[in-house]
């Protein structure tokens, strides 16, 4: 993973290397992010039409909660693997033997910690407790190992495994819900079934690439489980984000409004939720390359990363944004036009959660986790404020409108909390020259065609 120069080369050509590698992971990662996006998309057309809009946000419902309760569990696990494995702290046989373990433990403890939970939050539906119970006690497990293993994947920079595993939940849950429809079989149980298989298909990948991938038996070593919950638990309140892991503003939707607004507001996020695939896959890249990263490299990497999130950010969200008020009813159903309001402003929102995401990893990849928790942690406030005060008075708007708020005070945290590594908000948010044809080049390897085509002028060494 160490950028490290070939005997003989400049210092820009080594910084081009990098750049052409940058660029193909980013390309190859996106590609994949936009696929899931895409599918994703497909997936949600065919649930929502065969569901309906109340059973769409019953759906909704049921899944939420183990949702968050697996990713509130993780206590920062898969974020201290993909470190450590980029970083070489820990033998990777280690890592392997102890994913299992932790993840047999841990799901253990969300189930005895979550069935109570489950029956609370949901005491308003009787008719499906019972099914939210079975659902919970079946995905965490399934959830926890694929993400400990696929963070092994993403800090080895084993980009082409990640990006399968990522992918195969998407698709394996698109065939389903396709196999569901063919066959009209509207009940709910069938839904949350598939979703099911889709993730103890991704578990299995996972679990084949990580036994193909080591050269020695898996082991178990629990000094190295001690080191990855020091840095995890740092890490962890800020991938705890009351709006992104905890879905803050779709529980106040569903508890004050009701499942038809949460159906409606559900289609909203899914919309804008493929502008956040820029900064979800950038972080993904970022953190691993930053802990590979030498310690002089450390702040201009972090400084081209986050300009180059600002450059799709802005190309991606202006399209989707513009392109709402035809895409939501042709895909979803004119039913749904009124999400086509709360889709626009939650893709302003969401260009501000994406260059927080991005730049939130590259907090961590540097070493400093707790800086990433505090630019999370300032939003935590603002998120529960302004929902109990707007949701009430706007509704879904007035969550949407929070969700804005919270995020951008996000991106102002982390921009502050960069400073000490000698980034400047100019180094973070204004594209230069050099940003675009790096920007070009991913989009090339995007599009299939090699980065490595595109030959600056390099001088030769001396």
């Known amino acids: 993973m160490k950028q490290v120069a070939p005997v003989g080369g400049s210092d820009q050509e080594v910084e081009y290397r990098n750049q052409v590698w940058q660029s193909h992971r980013l390309g190859r990662s996106l590609l994949t992010t936009f ?3 895409g599918l994703g998309i497909m997936s949600g057309a065919l649930a929502a039409r065969l569901l309906g809009v109340e059973n769409r946000g019953l759906l909704a419902a049921v899944m939420l909660w183990p949702s968050v309760i697996a990713y509130v569990g993780l206590i920062g696990g898969p974020t201290a693997y993909t470190y450590l494995a980029a970083n070489r702290k820990a033998p990777i046989a280690t890592l392997s033997g102890n994913a299992v373990l932790i993840s047999v433990l841990q799901a253990a403890l969300l189930a005895v910690v979550g069935i109570p939970i489950v029956v609370f939050a949901l005491a308003k539906y009787p008719a499906i407790v019972g099914l939210a119970i079975v659902f919970l006690v079946a995905f965490i497990p399934l959830s926890l190992l694929t993400r400990y293993l696929n963070a092994l994947n993403q800090g080895q920079g084993r980009f082409a495994q990640f990006n399968v595993i990522r992918l195969s939940v998407q698709v394996i849950y698109v065939l389903g819900i396709g196999i569901l429809t063919l066959l009209h079989a509207y009940k709910l149980k069938w839904t949350l079934i598939v979703v099911l298989l889709s993730n103890a298909g991704a578990a299995a990948i996972a679990l084949v690439i990580m036994l193909k ?3 020695f038996r898996p082991r178990v070593e629990l000094a190295t489980i001690t080191e990855t919950f020091r840095y995890g638990v740092r890490a962890h309140l800020g991938n705890l984000a009351p709006i992104d892991a905890m879905q803050l503003d779709l529980v106040a939707v569903v508890l004050l409004l009701g499942p038809r ?3 409606l507001y559900s289609i909203g996020l899914a919309t804008a939720l493929t502008v956040r695939a820029v900064g979800t896959t950038m972080g993904m890249v970022a953190l691993p390359e930053i802990a590979a990263a030498t310690p002089t490299r450390i702040g201009s990497t972090i400084g081209k990363l986050v300009r180059l999130a600002v450059i799709f950010n802005l190309l991606v969200a202006g399209t989707i944004f513009v392109l709402a008020g035809t895409l939501v009813p042709i895909i979803y ?3 749904y036009a009124p999400a086509i ?3 626009r402003i939650l893709i302003v929102a969401t260009v501000a959660a994406s260059l927080k995401q991005v730049m939130g990893d590259c907090l961590r990849g540097a070493g400093r986790p707790l800086s990433g928790t505090i630019a999370e942690v300032v939003g935590w406030p603002v998120a529960a404020i302004g929902l109990a005060i707007l949701v009430p008075r706007f509704g879904s708007i007035g969550a949407a ?5 919270c995020y951008g005070s996000g991106v102002l945290a982390s921009a502050l909390l960069a400073r000490p590594l000698g980034i400047s908000f100019s180094d ?4 230069r020259r050099s940003d675009f044809d790096q920007a070009w080049r991913v989009v090339r390897v995007f599009l299939g065609i090699p980065a490595t085509t595109i030959r600056p002028e390099v001088p030769r060494p001396v």
């Open 333 to 335: 159903g004119h039913q």
């Open 341 to 343: 309001l709360l889709a």
């Open 428 to 431: 973070l948010f204004i594209p």
């Open 401 to 405: 409108t929070a969700v804005l708020i």
């Open 261 to 263: 607004d949460a159906g």
């Open 35 to 37: 696929a899931i996006q």
């Open 213 to 215: 991938g080591i050269r």
